[in-house]
């Protein structure tokens, strides 16, 4: 209220009611914790399209992301457009963002798990949606997934994670 003349007030609520008002637009204002399921500015920005669950519409943003989401060759331009998207949803205070935390994760090759099996895609990368069982379900094994001479083969470490042939 000092330096913005907004009032706010702070209120706990179930987390099933909150994501009921949520989707609802109901809240016009909260504080929400948001994580990636998988490395991609589509997945991000993806939550800020009027499909989604905030009460925001940009035109602008709107057009630029659906392109963006359709564009598969040529990587440069299709990220082009997600910042230029991102601009749209930070100049209209769609949302203020307090802090980027930054995870970064390396795994031994010879570890095993649940969230570290190859997703329905085929690539291996970290299973949000099976990370819970992560300490239940890990184990060290003889298999070494990956050799560091595998990727002076034919095939980068690119092709490896996510299955496919270079071009």
Request: net charge negative.
């Amino acid at each position: 209220k000092q330096n913005l003349n907004v009032e706010i007030g702070v209120q706990n609520t179930e987390a099933k009611v909150f994501m009921e008002a949520l989707y609802e637009d109901a809240i016009p204002f909260a504080m929400i914790p948001y994580g990636y399921d998988y490395l991609d500015p589509s997945n991000l920005l993806g939550i800020w399209l009027s499909s989604g669950r905030h009460a925001w519409y940009n035109e602008s943003f709107e057009s630029l992301m659906a392109i963006a989401n359709q564009l598969v060759d040529d990587p440069d331009k299709r990220i082009t457009l997600y910042q230029q998207a991102e601009h749209f949803l930070v100049d209209d205070v769609a949302g203020v963002f307090l802090w980027h935390p930054l995870r970064n994760e390396l795994w031994r090759p010879y570890l095993r798990a649940e969230a570290l099996e190859r997703n329905d895609k085929g690539s291996y990368a970290l299973r949000i949606d099976k990370l819970l069982n992560l300490s239940t379900t890990m184990y060290v094994t003889n298999e070494v997934l990956i050799k560091p001479n595998d990727l002076d083969n034919t095939r980068g470490l690119w092709q490896w994670l996510f299955g496919g042939e270079e071009e």
